[in-house]
């Protein structure tokens, strides 16, 4: 039989997908194993800690698993929901701030290589949003720009007077406008170089809908340039409503 070991993690639910009438498998982003796939049984189980609320996505959970060495759906021992949310279910622009986030890690995290820190930024975020009580409209902005550190993909810190033009498939800012389409004009070039290191200027930078939407479609396109397989949003549709 495969060695399994009994580890305990805190974790972070990305998607659930129904397996029969009391299973689930789960996708869950820990902090110690990075990502995972669980199968959670015998939801109708009285006995059982597993519930089907306990899943939904982005619930924040501590959970002893059992780590099989050759990875694969791994299965789950205990867990507990440690940070049940106080206001995301019940603000619709919270709601759909969680939801916009829950869409880009699903696509933009897939490795199942542990990373700490990334882990912890995705927590630190769930629990500000949830904490915040005004202002938090720029939070999903604030989170793209962060992300992108650690992903690997964080746009080069070169601004200047002279570079005032960032280039997306590049990644870094320049001279003039390249001779493709994907790049920023100099208001959100600035915008940019701003967000990524004065990230709590946020609030004032994107004062209105239309700027803060024009930021938000423009960095998925940079996250579309630079992740393999990062595919078309739902979210950002809903966000640009709801977030007027």
Known sequence: PLARMISKTSGIVFKTIKYSDNSLIV???T????????????????????????FQPL????LLVYEK?????????????????RSIPFNIRKGCIALFINEVIYSAI???????????????????????????????LRFLTG??????????????????VFDLQEGIFVSQPPLHVNWLDETLSRKLYQMTTQPGDADYLFVNSAARNEF???????????IPGFGEMKSPAILSEILT
Do not use: C, W
């Not at 904490?131 to 409209?137: A, D, I, L, S, V």
């Open 110 to 140: 897939t490795s199942e290589i542990a990373d700490p820190a990334l882990y912890h930024f995705l927590h630190k975020t769930l629990i500000e949003l949830d904490e915040t009580e005004g202002h938090f409209e720029n939070l999903h």
């Open 216 to 226: 938000m479609i423009r960095m998925i396109d940079y996250y579309r340039l630079h």
């Open 31 to 54: 902090e110690v194993f990075g990502l995972r796939t669980y199968m959670i049984r015998g939801l109708n189980n009285k006995k059982s800690s597993a519930r089907k609320g306990a």
């Open 59 to 62: 619930s924040i959970l501590s």
């Open 69 to 85: 060495e050759k990875g694969g759906i791994q299965s789950i021992r205990e867990l507990e929901n440690v940070y049940p949310y």
């Open 147 to 164: 992300l992108t550190n650690y992903l690997g993909i964080a746009p080069r810190n070169n601004y200047s007077p002279a570079n005032q």
């Open 27 to 29: 996708k869950v982003y």
